[in-house]
């Protein structure tokens, strides 16, 4: 396959508190026609689903289609089965590098992508296989919105209101008491300064498609016995390429544009030479908090405090998980986790939790974050044999 230099392509990973930017050979990309649609809303309503994805609806090429937005991803990315549904074949033969490894992919050009008033022609999107991806994130994934959308518009975010609204960069004035933010870009990526665990601070990549709060690339965190030194876990992340085992930590304390959190979750990456070498990512969790305003055109955002309280989502079971049609197949149980202490093993299959069976509508009821309970919540799993054991949630990392 051609080798070109590498662009982020896709920031989704299937971990549930992760997100890393996966690359892909770059071919010379076209840069797009914006044009606003004068009879849409700039108003954009968003589904926050499991409180760490959001999902929009827009279309590509007139097809209408649900939208992950992606603010790692440097193209936006169609799942290959989307693409070959809406005539998109016969693209130009890739190679997308990812968390866990290098994937074949196809790059189309000239396409149409439009979300709110904005219209993109001449867009170029690649397609890969995004089936299991999907699969951890617990719902298809047609598209991965890139941020194209993102760097021709002003966009506000507002987390509570579940609403993103695009304006003209020309004549924008900030808005009132928020913090404004200077980012530094690195080819498709964009850097913002943070400080973990009382550590001088590194540049990390702004991501709103990492469901987590902090992803820590392995070369920094090797680099600093201070995130050696935290109790850690072991899980399973990765997403373009395929699985590999990673360690998860919670760091103690983490200061980003001089708001400062407690008892963040974090990830270590466990591939060298990473889309973030040195570096580190910041994901949605630690948005979640603010009013965020991008420009990221300019090279900046801004950050208003709304009013709640920081909530760091974690896994407290100790079980990596993928849906199957009618069960969970279990690929991972940390040791000394809750879920390795009830005797859950790799290869376990689940049809049940906290009596709701297992299905495609899964994570749309009221078990669907029960990995994520408050400590000390009894947790009734039943695995394929009709067996019923309960898992008590911890914080075991």
Do not use: C
């Amino acid at each position: 396959m051609k080798s070109y230099k590498r662009i982020a392509l896709g920031a989704l990973l299937i971990a549930a508190a992760a997100g890393v930017a996966a690359q892909v050979a770059e071919p010379p990309i076209a840069t797009p026609t914006v044009t606003a649609v004068a009879e849409r809303s700039a108003t954009i309503p968003f589904e926050l689903y499991r409180g760490n994805r959001m999902f929009l609806k827009g279309s590509i090429n007139g097809v209408e289609t649900a939208m992950v937005l992606d603010s790692g991803a440097g193209v936006t990315t169609l799942d290959k089965a989307f693409a070959q549904k809406i005539g998109l074949t016969n693209g130009q033969k890739i190679s997308a590098f990812g968390t866990g490894g290098e994937q074949d992919a196809e790059l189309f050009q000239n396409v149409t992508i439009e979300a709110g008033n904005l219209k993109l022609s001449g867009a170029t999107v690649v397609a890969i296989d995004l089936s299991q991806i999907a699969k951890g994130v617990g719902r298809p994934m047609p598209v991965i919105l890139g941020r194209e959308i993102l760097v021709n518009s002003v966009v506000s975010i507002d987390f509570d209101r579940k609403e993103m609204s695009l304006s003209p960069s020309k004549g924008f004035v900030a808005p009132a008491g928020a913090t404004e933010v200077k980012l530094k870009r690195d080819e498709t990526l964009h850097y913002m300064p943070v400080s973990l665990a009382g550590l001088p601070p590194v540049d990390a990549a702004f991501d709103l498609g990492n469901g987590g709060a902090l992803s820590i690339s392995k070369e920094y965190h090797e680099a600093h016995r201070e995130f050696a030194a935290l109790p850690p876990a072991t899980s399973l992340s990765g997403g373009v390429g395929g699985l590999h085992e990673m360690k998860m930590v919670t760091v103690p304390k983490v200061d980003m544009a001089g708001f400062s959190f407690e008892g963040v979750p974090a990830n270590l990456g466990a591939l060298p030479e990473g889309p973030y070498k040195d570096r580190a990512n910041v994901g949605i969790q630690m948005f979640k908090p603010f009013r965020l305003t991008l420009d990221l055109g300019n090279d900046r955002l801004w950050l208003q405090r709304n009013g709640k309280p920081a909530e760091f989502t974690k896994d407290r079971s100790g079980m990596f998980t993928l849906l199957e049609g009618d069960h969970f197949n279990v690929l991972h149980v940390s040791p000394g986790s809750p879920a390795d202490r009830a005797g859950f093993k790799k290869g376990d299959k689940l049809v049940a939790i906290g009596g709701e069976r297992v299905g495609p509508a899964f994570f749309a009821g009221p078990q669907a974050s029960w990995f994520r309970g408050a400590p000390g919540t009894e947790v009734a799993l039943t695995k394929a044999d009709g067996a019923t054991v309960k898992v008590t949630l911890a914080n075991y990392y």
